[in-house]
């Protein structure tokens, strides 16, 4: 219940039936307004949980965001045990972990950004354009508790100011994630990730004598990359870049291109 918009009643009265009137002009034959699927229809509203929001920097932030996407898909493809895996197993990790190996990387490269609303009108001129039901309304859009989600994660790496050793073994422990499911080679990439975890704590002990904790806070704040979703990611960094483009298959092309 914690994630219901509480302004959502009194931005409905106000809102709702302006475009309804719009949309029923539109149409010689106008639904009945008792039936109308309010839902479909985006509007502004003051509360955070519902807050469309987009980078302030576009140009700057969406160079920089690619830079550390190509930089992660190379990494990936470096990794000599990740290339033994079958090909459908490297698929299917790529899936579940580029999204978290990204946001390492924009930890290890420090970079940082800010949001601003989505401008209003922009929004109904989709309504207005009839576009409601265009693809962009069924993905998920970036708001704010998404992107605070984000920057908090960002700001807790940022704290523990990890070496390069220990964002690379991080990094290992992310992608051979034997939880994926129906790999074919589980086991492997299982003994591949207690490797990394084995690496990891190897690195934090030499670099960190007498912080006994640190391994343990690593992996905790390494946990918050599961909160965001790949989604939020490719409409805030990518989708000004790539417009309609499925990100996931341009991934794959980079992986596998040889």
Request: glycine residues 4%; hydrophobic residues 40%; aromatic residues 8%.
């Amino acid at each position: 219940m914690e994630n219901r918009c509480h302004c959502s009643s009194n931005s409905d009265r106000l809102l709702n039936p302006i475009l309804y009137n719009i949309l029923s002009q539109m149409d010689s034959s106008p639904p009945n307004q008792d039936n109308f699927n309010y839902s479909l229809v985006p509007h502004r509203c003051n509360c955070e949980v519902r807050r469309i929001v987009c980078l302030k920097r576009p140009s700057e932030i969406c160079k920089e965001a690619s830079t550390v996407l190509v930089k992660t898909i190379h990494f990936m493809k470096n990794l000599p045990a990740f290339n033994q895996l079958p090909p459908s197993d490297q698929f299917a990790l790529l899936k579940s972990c580029w999204a978290p190996l990204f946001i390492l990387g924009l930890a290890q490269e420090h970079v940082d950004f800010e949001v601003m609303d989505v401008p209003a009108d922009s929004m109904l001129k989709k309504i207005l354009l009839n576009r409601q039901e265009s693809p962009e309304m069924d993905r998920e859009q970036s708001t704010m508790p998404g992107v605070s989600k984000l920057k908090s994660c960002l700001k807790k790496f940022w704290s523990l100011d990890l070496s390069p050793k220990e964002y690379a073994y991080l990094k290992g422990t992310t992608i051979f994630n034997p939880d994926v499911p129906d790999l074919k080679a589980g086991v492997f990439v299982e003994g591949l990730q207690q490797e990394a975890q084995h690496a990891l704590s190897e690195v934090v002990q030499l670099l960190h004598l007498g912080h006994k904790e640190r391994f343990a806070q690593i992996l905790l704040t390494a946990s918050m990359l599961q909160g965001i979703t790949p989604s939020l990611i490719t409409e805030l960094f990518f989708r000004p870049v790539i417009g309609q483009a499925n990100l996931l298959e341009l991934l794959v092309d980079m992986l596998f291109c040889r």
